[in-house]
């Protein structure tokens, strides 16, 4: 139902005035007009002034039943408060609010939400209280006219615009509205810009380009979007804004013998498979005709040049239908009748994006070689696509929505990535930093979806990585992180993450029994701030550095804690051979360092200078390339009395996932053993992957598979192996004394088992382990 105001009612008249008294089928306008009031006032309903009637209009057409007297009450208060002051412009200032509030009438905002944007700059620019504003229409109203009132410079200074867009943040965490107001408060003001100065122009726009408008589109208010995208764009970029426009002007001085006819068809083509459809073009707004533009030149056509702009380009079709399953039946006439491009379709439908929007998006190819691309949605798919979070109407009192799902991304009072910029804004009280950090944050103009191998949705902007993706699931599980692995592969932390891919975190694990030490995390590197691309993820790695200075794990050698250190002048003691060579009893062994064998490895013994005997593992590289160069082999076996002058020396290679403490980590395990480390060796890490390769000195033989299985335990290590020498390497002269660089491993020691089998042949500890990754090598 429509209402419209008439002229104001003067003051009452008298009889005298109103002369003789007529039939009630013959009064006069005068008469009428009297009659009209008496009926209003007898029913308690106010008036509705002439300045309100294009805006009733353009609100009961969304609300039949809204509540007028409200509305009336709200501008006659504004308008008595901001009487006698003036804009830029000139016009007097009642007009920019009535302004603000028609374009939220326009886009279906409550009733609520329209009295408090008429009442929206009264406490700011005039003598009008938040108390009084409460006490008149409630304390709803006197939030949201808070939630958009500017802070004083006075207060504040340079950073009084920073704290009001915090300010306005965190209002709009409790209430979407305020964010709302602001938008339609800030295109009223883009819509008179050229009354400001130029520099206060420019300084205003890449405002609005840099928060405002990336808000805007977070929000699904697309048609705010759009219109403050063509005015920035006009304000920063005159000349190619006027080019543009030109191009549009021309083409749309022109009949469409593309866009139309096709519409025409595809409609056709819809009645007759029996699916109710409403086939429209859509023209493209300025802004995104000139992206579609600038691909064009990028992009060299068949002769090599630059291609122009293309009939095609200067909109899109849209069919808007009744049920979501009728968005597929159309889908499938588009690809059955005409020839769909790969990789074009995309569907919004079955996964809205972070800002509610839903559609259907695909490019078919008609027969002339031109490229159409084509919108399917609902009807009510359609109404969120053009006024987001405004569609989905007032948010519901906290008590009626405490029950909703945590997951549940259409509550319109926060959603998901509002929740995200609450939580890091609150660790950055400087305003410059608070500043950069939401510019950046909102830099991303769209948001990717990463699915977690738990099964949990993460909702990222696109551009971030893997470290984003673990702080994001908890600031313990960002300091835990050891490593990711992203559709089923090991990857580095500073892999940009695509749409869709499926993630899995790989964290720390603190053992059983673990001391207070033990079971603080290891925390980010330094470098983690390199792969950081949100805010969140930044201030945590930072408060840890801060809280953790860098500190270099001490790497023992020699003996182990406990153990007692060695007297300083030993006693030469002579000690019996740990192998027996037979047919050369009494010959001088020496056990190879490429492979270090220790008892029960099955070993073969190789002459070498001065009569005495290498003895390597069975099957080392180095000791077949002795073999296949003809030198002879000596049958050897271990003595059960035997012990090396040095003791058995054993070289382990440990594969892991770069962490920061790894090192500190696997010494200390090894050290936990009564093990002495001879020499430690770490290569810089590759791809998240480092090695470390460790000669020890084992107190018993028997103490290598323990070895082996405690270094397994340290967090990050997934493969401990007994490396030989590399097959296309060169021992030394001696038959291997000398360790060869690169050296590879052999089949190792992976998972977490503590089983123990094969105690011959290939010296190995293992048992049934998780798979590999599938990049990891597997002998």
Same mark, same amino acid.
């Given at each position: 139902?429509?209402?419209?105001?008439?002229?104001?009612?003067?003051?009452?008249?008298?009889?005298?005035?109103?002369?003789?008294?007529?039939?009630?089928?013959?009064?006069?306008?005068?008469?009428?007009?009297?009659?009209?009031?008496?009926?209003?006032?007898?029913?308690?309903?106010?008036?509705?002034?002439?300045?309100?009637?294009?805006?009733?209009?353009?609100?009961?057409?969304?609300?039949?039943?809204?509540?007028?007297? *409200?509305?009336?009450?709200?501008?006659?208060?504004?308008?008595?408060?901001?009487?006698?002051?003036?804009?830029?412009?000139?016009?007097?200032?009642?007009?920019?609010?009535?302004?603000?509030?028609?374009?939220?009438?326009?886009?279906?905002?409550?009733?609520?939400?329209?009295?408090?944007?008429?009442?929206?700059?009264?406490?700011?620019?005039?003598?009008?209280?938040?108390?009084?504003?409460?006490?008149?229409?409630?304390?709803?109203?006197?939030?949201?006219?808070?939630?958009?009132?500017?802070?004083?410079?006075?207060?504040?200074?340079?950073?009084?615009?920073?704290?009001?867009?915090?300010?306005?943040?965190?209002?709009?965490?409790?209430?979407?509205?305020?964010?709302?107001?602001?938008?339609?408060?800030?295109?009223?003001?883009?819509?008179?810009?050229?009354?400001?100065?130029?520099?206060?122009?420019?300084?205003?726009?890449?405002?609005?380009?840099?928060?405002?408008?990336?808000?805007?589109?977070?929000?699904?208010?697309?048609?705010?979007?759009?219109?403050?995208?063509?005015?920035?764009?006009?304000?920063?970029?005159?000349?190619?804004?006027?080019?543009?426009?030109?191009?549009?002007?021309?083409?749309?001085?022109?009949?469409?013998?593309?866009?139309?006819?096709?519409?025409?068809? *595809?409609?056709?083509?819809?009645?007759?498979?029996?699916?109710?459809?409403?086939?429209?073009?859509?023209?493209?707004?300025?802004?995104?005709?000139?992206?579609?533009?600038?691909?064009?030149?990028?992009?060299?056509?068949?002769?090599?040049?630059?291609?122009?702009?293309?009939?095609?380009?200067?909109?899109?079709?849209?069919?808007?239908?009744?049920?979501?399953?009728?968005?597929?039946?159309?889908?499938?006439?588009?690809?059955?009748?005409?020839?769909?491009?790969?990789?074009?379709?995309?569907?919004?439908?079955?996964?809205?994006?972070?800002?509610?929007?839903?559609?259907?998006?695909?490019?078919?190819?008609?027969?002339?070689?031109?490229?159409?691309?084509?919108?399917?949605?609902?009807?009510?798919?359609?109404?969120?696509?053009?006024?987001?979070?405004?569609?989905?109407?007032?948010?519901?009192?906290?008590?009626?929505?405490?029950?909703?799902?945590?997951?549940?991304?259409?509550?319109?009072?926060?959603?998901?990535?509002?929740?995200?910029?609450?939580?890091?804004?609150?660790? #950055?009280?400087?305003?410059?930093?608070?500043?950069?950090?939401?510019?950046?944050?909102?830099?991303?103009?769209?948001?990717?979806?990463?699915?977690?191998?738990?099964?949990?949705?993460?909702? *990222?902007?696109?551009?971030?990585?893997?470290?984003?993706?673990?702080?994001?699931?908890?600031?313990?599980?960002?300091?835990?992180?050891?490593?990711?692995?992203?559709?089923?592969?090991?990857?580095?932390?500073?892999?940009?993450?695509?749409?869709?891919?499926?993630?899995?975190?790989?964290?720390?694990?603190?053992?059983?029994?673990?001391?207070?030490?033990?079971?603080?995390?290891?925390?980010?590197?330094?470098?983690?701030?390199?792969?950081?691309?949100?805010?969140?993820?930044?201030?945590?790695?930072?408060?840890?550095?801060?809280?953790?200075?860098?500190?270099?794990?001490?790497?023992?050698?020699?003996?182990?804690?406990?153990?007692?250190?060695?007297?300083?002048?030993?006693?030469?003691?002579?000690?019996?051979?740990?192998?027996?060579?037979?047919?050369?009893?009494?010959?001088?062994?020496?056990?190879?360092?490429?492979?270090?064998?220790?008892?029960?490895?099955?070993?073969?013994?190789?002459?070498?200078?001065?009569? #005495?005997?290498?003895?390597?593992?069975?099957?080392?590289?180095?000791?077949?390339?002795?073999?296949?160069?003809?030198?002879?082999?000596?049958?050897?076996?271990?003595?059960?009395?035997?012990?090396?002058?040095?003791?058995?020396?054993?070289?382990?290679?440990?594969?892991?996932?770069?962490?920061?403490?790894?090192?500190?980590?696997?010494?200390?395990?090894?050290?936990?053993?009564?093990?002495?480390?001879?020499?430690?060796?770490?290569?810089?890490?590759?791809?998240?992957?480092?090695?470390?390769?460790?000669?020890?000195?084992?107190?018993?033989?028997?103490?290598?598979?323990?070895?082996?299985?405690?270094?397994?335990?340290?967090?990050?290590?997934?493969?401990?192996?007994?490396?030989?020498?590399?097959?296309?390497?060169?021992?030394?002269?001696?038959?291997?004394?000398?360790?060869?660089?690169?050296?590879?491993?052999?089949?190792?020691?992976?998972?977490?088992?503590?089983?123990?089998?094969?105690?011959?042949?290939?010296?190995?500890?293992?048992?049934?382990?998780?798979?590999?990754?599938?990049?990891?090598?597997?002998?």
């Amino acid at each position: 139902m429509t209402i419209e105001a008439g002229q104001p009612l003067g003051p009452p008249t008298s009889t005298r005035q109103a002369g003789v008294l007529r039939p009630l089928g013959g009064l006069g306008r005068a008469a009428l007009g009297r009659a009209g009031r008496a009926a209003l006032l007898a029913t308690g309903r106010q008036p509705v002034p002439d300045a309100l009637e294009p805006l009733v209009r353009a609100h009961r057409g969304h609300h039949p039943q809204a509540d007028l007297g *409200l509305l009336a009450r709200a501008y006659r208060l504004a308008e008595a408060s901001h009487r006698g002051q003036k804009r830029k412009s000139g016009e007097p200032y009642i007009t920019h609010p009535l302004a603000v509030t028609m374009i939220l009438a326009q886009l279906g905002a409550g009733t609520t939400t329209l009295v408090a944007s008429l009442l929206h700059d009264t406490v700011e620019d005039t003598e009008l209280t938040l108390d009084q504003v409460s006490a008149g229409f409630g304390p709803e109203v006197a939030y949201l006219v808070d939630g958009v009132t500017k802070l004083e410079k006075v207060d504040f200074g340079a950073a009084a615009e920073a704290e009001t867009f915090r300010k306005m943040l965190v209002a709009t965490g409790d209430d979407v509205r305020v964010m709302v107001i602001k938008l339609a408060d800030r295109l009223h003001n883009m819509r008179t810009i050229r009354h400001m100065k130029p520099a206060s122009q420019v300084r205003i726009a890449k405002v609005t380009r840099d928060v405002l408008i990336p808000l805007a589109e977070r929000l699904g208010i697309q048609v705010l979007k759009a219109e403050l995208e063509d005015i920035v764009f006009a304000t920063l970029h005159p000349e190619e804004h006027t080019r543009t426009r030109t191009l549009m002007a021309g083409h749309e001085g022109e009949p469409d013998t593309l866009l139309e006819p096709f519409a025409r068809l *595809l409609a056709r083509q819809l009645a007759e498979t029996g699916v109710a459809a409403e086939v429209t073009v859509r023209p493209r707004h300025c802004v995104s005709l000139h992206r579609v533009l600038l691909k064009r030149a990028a992009a060299p056509g068949a002769d090599g040049r630059p291609q122009g702009p293309q009939p095609a380009d200067f909109g899109r079709l849209l069919v808007v239908v009744e049920e979501n399953a009728d968005c597929y039946a159309v889908l499938g006439e588009l690809h059955t009748c005409w020839t769909p491009l790969p990789g074009e379709f995309k569907d919004f439908v079955a996964a809205p994006k972070f800002n509610l929007y839903q559609s259907l998006h695909t490019a078919v190819a008609l027969e002339g070689g031109a490229v159409v691309e084509v919108l399917v949605r609902t009807r009510r798919m359609h109404e969120v696509a053009e006024t987001g979070v405004v569609a989905l109407g007032d948010p519901e009192p906290a008590a009626a929505v405490q029950d909703a799902d945590e997951l549940d991304r259409t509550d319109p009072a926060r959603p998901g990535w509002l929740s995200r910029l609450l939580e890091w804004q609150q660790e #950055t009280p400087d305003p410059d930093a608070f500043w950069s950090a939401l510019t950046a944050d909102l830099a991303g103009d769209r948001e990717i979806t990463v699915v977690t191998e738990c099964g949990e949705t993460l909702q *990222l902007r696109a551009g971030a990585t893997c470290v984003d993706a673990a702080y994001l699931l908890g600031e313990d599980t960002g300091h835990r992180c050891i490593g990711v692995r992203v559709n089923g592969r090991l990857t580095a932390l500073s892999t940009v993450l695509q749409d869709g891919d499926l993630l899995a975190v790989l964290t720390e694990t603190v053992p059983a029994g673990a001391g207070p030490r033990a079971a603080e995390p290891s925390g980010p590197a330094p470098e983690w701030l390199a792969h950081a691309r949100t805010p969140a993820a930044r201030l945590a790695i930072e408060r840890w550095l801060a809280d953790h200075p860098a500190r270099l794990p001490a790497v023992r050698t020699g003996p182990s804690a406990g153990q007692p250190a060695p007297p300083a002048h030993r006693t030469v003691e002579r000690r019996a051979a740990p192998v027996a060579v037979a047919g050369r009893p009494g010959a001088p062994v020496r056990l190879a360092r490429c492979c270090t064998p220790v008892p029960p490895d099955e070993v073969t013994g190789y002459p070498i200078r001065g009569g #005495t005997v290498a003895v390597h593992r069975t099957g080392c590289p180095a000791g077949e390339r002795m073999r296949t160069a003809g030198r002879g082999t000596l049958e050897v076996r271990w003595r059960a009395d035997g012990t090396p002058a040095d003791g058995y020396r054993a070289t382990l290679r440990a594969e892991a996932l770069n962490r920061p403490r790894l090192l500190a980590d696997l010494t200390a395990a090894i050290s936990a053993e009564d093990v002495g480390i001879v020499s430690a060796e770490v290569e810089p890490p590759q791809e998240l992957r480092v090695r470390h390769t460790y000669t020890v000195e084992l107190p018993a033989p028997a103490a290598l598979p323990g070895l082996m299985r405690a270094m397994l335990r340290v967090s990050g290590v997934y493969d401990v192996s007994r490396p030989h020498a590399p097959e296309d390497g060169t021992a030394g002269r001696n038959g291997g004394d000398r360790p060869a660089p690169g050296v590879g491993p052999s089949r190792g020691m992976r998972g977490r088992s503590t089983a123990f089998t094969g105690q011959r042949s290939s010296g190995t500890v293992h048992g049934p382990s998780p798979k590999p990754p599938s990049d990891q090598r597997t002998e």
